[in-house]
Nanobody, 126 residues
């Protein structure tokens, strides 16, 4: 059974940085489209960043472009989300997700992912 475990969340002041990690078992990150999503209280889950499995192309929602960077380390079977210049509106629970292996998906569509982590809380204060 595929497991995704996120870590690296926490509380920071606006302008600070955090790096989230997502370790996957039973499936390799290089064979799956991987995504980061977030959900703030009272809001729907939204796409943050994603990376395609074949070319490693990276995608971001507009609000995080230039501030967040998604990457993967195939040797550690881990996907990262480096978050810089954090804003209060980035406060949310962040989820890592994996799509089925070797499948072309719409990176920003949560319905295309079939495995999810439990999430890690990110709180940004002013």
């Amino acid at each position: 059974q595929v497991q995704l475990v996120e870590s690296g969340g926490g509380s920071v002041q606006a302008g600070g940085s955090l790096r989230l990690s997502c370790v996957m078992s039973e499936r390799t990150v290089s064979s799956c489209a991987m995504g980061w999503f977030r959900q703030a209280p009272g809001k729907e889950r939204e796409f943050v960043a994603g990376i395609s499995w074949r070319a490693g192309s990276k995608y971001y929602t507009d609000s995080v472009k230039g501030r967040f960077t998604i990457s993967r380390d195939n040797t550690k079977n881990t996907v990262y989300l480096q978050m810089n210049s954090l804003k209060t509106e980035d406060t949310a629970v962040y989820y890592c997700a994996a799509a089925p292996p070797r499948r072309t998906v719409v990176i920003g569509n949560p319905g295309d992912y079939n495995s999810w982590g439990r999430g890690t809380q990110v709180t940004v204060s002013s």
